[in-house]
């Protein structure tokens, strides 16, 4: 059952992080408009031409991807619970001049009234701490496939729920995620952009505001990739492809993680390789 009281509480804590976040990611706006693109390879081979196709991004955040799919060609609406991402992103259309629909909702409530208005999408997309905010996987995937048209994919690319076994000095210290298991975000959501040292800036990373401490909590949710699977068949999506990668895109949340090109991160050399990241496309019949 979605916990749209929880989703309050992750909206705050959003709030107060966005333009932190957006203090660090340079001249965003230039970099857009001349062309460049905050997404990575993985959600673009998943996603395939865009050109023309209506897309939803769900969980948009501040808007340097919905732009980037929509120098692509397609016809973007893009949802987030978080007031001040949407603000940022409808400003950033603006400065940019690319066209793109912004629209502030928790994503529960958006999926049901874009299926009672009958709006559907060719492509639904969501990358990157997705499904950790997601208190209901089978509300989340039935609104997905109720407003894909016949044919339509659903793409998603996220942290791989084995990597959430791990504290940030690689130690195996939790189970494999299952079940929606609430997890308290003491500290709520951190300056992860900060912390990627410019991975998830290809505008150019500046120092912007520092030594962050977010005054709102949140809550996670634990699930499990079968978990995330099952419930996009249960809901009538067929699986086209599934991929796991051992390195993770931009970010750096463990110890000691290596640059290779195109900004990914993988572990030291003395730890294994793990799966750090999973995209999955969806197709409805």
Known sequence: ??????????????????GVHESHRGDLASFLRAGGSTLFPEE?????????RRLAHLQCNAGGDSLSLASRGAVVTGVDI????????????????????????????????????????DAVFSSYGIVCWLSDLDAWARGIAAILEPGGR????????????????WNLTRAYPSGGE????????GDYVAESGGGLTPAGFIEGE???????HGYLFRWGLGEVVTALARAGLRTAALQEYPYINGERPFAGMRELPGRR???????PAVPLMYGVRAEKG
């Open 154 to 169: 659903f793409v998603l690319v996220d942290f791989h729920p084995a990597a959430d076994m791990f504290d940030e000095r």
């Open 265 to 271: 991160m993988v572990p030291p050399e003395e730890v």
């Open 82 to 121: 978080s007031d001040a991402a949407i603000r940022h992103a409808r400003r950033l259309s603006r400065e940019t001049r690319i066209p793109a629909r912004f629209e502030r909702a928790d994503l529960y409530d958006w999926l049901e009234e874009a299926a009672l208005d009958r709006s559907s999408f």
């Open 44 to 52: 673009l081979e998943l996603l395939g031409d865009l050109e023309g």
């Open 210 to 216: 520092q030594a962050f401490e977010n005054p709102h």
């Open 1 to 18: 059952m979605e916990r749209r009281d929880l989703h309050e509480q992750n909206r705050l804590s959003w709030n107060g992080v966005v």
């Open 182 to 189: 609430r997890l308290l975000l003491e500290k709520g959501v």
